[in-house]
């Protein structure tokens, strides 16, 4: 007896009919669960949404300040920017307080905001620190800073780099001592070039300035030093 053989489709339309199967079942997935779907989707995108607002206004590099952080940056707060413009990373040297016996220099600063840097100038004429500048100086330690300064020829005197505690502060400076008005050359000046380490490798210069005097009138570096302990007492460190 003859066998019979029974017909099968080419493999080419049987793929597609599984695959139209396979479609049919999708679509009736779909429809039944249609509505919670369609919240699922919108709860999804709602989540990535807020973690996005929280990132961007909540994450920083270790330590830095974020955008909530920055728009509450304390008056006295010395900031400075470790990053770039586009990648900024903003970081709290440390704060300084407006020191008694002088007042604020609101028109003088070298940084742009968020930055903030400080420079106070003396109320009497018989302090022998007549103006201060108070600023961070970006990952640079105060003792590769000091022996900088002392190589250089800023200043018609500079001593050798010096340690000293100071209100509590561990401080490398130099004494110096220079005349730069060309139009006034019998006038000299006193400064205390001071550097205190702080956060990410970096460090604080406090710059103490006498005022422009005869030769014979300079403060020494003892009166000089005597009067920086009151101004390293209104300085803090994070």
């Known amino acids: 007896m003859a066998k019979k053989y029974q017909h ?8 597609k009919q599984e695959e139209e199967k396979k479609l049919a079942k999708r679509r009736a997935f779909y429809a039944k669960y249609k509505k919670q779907l369609t919240y699922g989707s919108i709860a ?18 270790a330590g830095s300040l974020n955008k909530v952080q920055l728009g ?3 008056e006295n707060a010395i900031v400075r920017n470790l990053g770039n413009s586009s990648s900024p990373r903003y970081y709290i040297f440390g704060s300084m307080d407006q020191p008694e016996g002088y007042t604020v220099r609101e028109d003088y600063s070298t940084l742009s905001a968020p930055e903030q840097n400080f420079s106070f100038t003396a109320e009497s004429e018989e302090n022998p620190i007549q103006s201060v500048y108070v600023t ?9 800073m000091a022996a900088e300064v002392a190589a ?9 780099v010096k340690t000293a505690e100071i209100a509590g502060h ?6 110096c001592q220079g005349n730069p008005k060309e139009e006034e050359p019998d006038l000299f000046y006193s400064v205390l070039v001071m550097y205190v380490d702080t956060v990410q490798d970096s460090c604080i210069l406090v710059n103490c300035s006498s005022a422009y005097v005869a030769e014979t009138e300079i403060p020494t570096e ?11 007492a209104c300085l803090k460190l994070p």
Not at 45 to 59: H, M, N, P, R, T
Not at 152 to 160: M, P, Q, R, V
Not at 170 to 175: H, K, P, S
Request: charged share 20%; proline share 3%; with cysteine.
């Open 44 to 61: 999804l995108v709602a989540l990535i949404v807020i973690i996005s607002v929280l990132c961007y206004f909540f994450a920083a590099p």
């Open 222 to 232: 003892e009166a000089m030093m005597a009067a920086a302990e009151d101004i390293f």
């Open 152 to 160: 250089s020829s800023l200043y018609t005197s500079i001593s050798e």
């Open 8 to 15: 099968r489709a080419h493999v080419s339309v049987r793929k």
């Open 170 to 175: 561990t401080v490398n400076y130099l004494f």
């Open 72 to 74: 509450k940056i304390p």
């Open 136 to 144: 961070g100086v970006k990952e640079r330690k105060g003792a590769d």
